[in-house]
Nanobody, 124 residues
Framework: QVQLVESGGGLVQAGGSLSVSCAAS????????AGWFRQAPGAEREFVAA????????AYADSVKGRFTISRDNAKNTVYLQLNSLKPEDTAVYYCAARPTTLVLITTSNYPYWGQGTQVTVSS
């Protein structure tokens, strides 16, 4: 089992930056790929970014590529998402997720472990 707790969300102006973190507990987290997803009001949950268990492979949604960066520190059991050049349409609840590693990073919601989410609001 893996438990995930997100933190670091908040309110930021358009063009600004924010960093969100996901602290994990559980023995198997270092063998898990991790992902960030987001869900805006009235919208479906969508993929944002993913990172392999060792951090060597990453994947991004086209909408955030070049603006967001996913990283992890396995010594701290933590996954990070750096959000730069934020836009109002980035406003959403951001969720961290984890799953046993696969050869190809999963960009769908097929992750067994999820956090509770952290709110990111971008004002125009």
């Amino acid at each position: 089992q893996v438990q995930l707790v997100e933190s670091g969300g908040g309110l930021v102006q358009a063009g600004g930056s924010l960093s969100v973190s996901c602290a994990a507990s559980g023995r198997t987290f270092t063998t898990c790929d991790a992902g960030w997803f987001r869900q805006a009001p009235g919208a479906e949950r969508e993929f944002v970014a993913a990172i392999s268990y060792g951090g060597r492979r990453t994947a991004y949604a086209d909408s955030v590529k070049g603006r967001f960066t996913i990283s992890r520190d396995n010594a701290k059991n933590t996954v990070y998402l750096q959000l730069n050049s934020l836009k109002p349409e980035d406003t959403a609840v951001y969720y961290c997720a984890a799953r046993p590693t696969t050869l190809v990073l999963i960009t769908t919601s097929n992750y067994p472990y999820w956090g509770q989410g952290t709110q990111v609001t971008v004002s125009s």
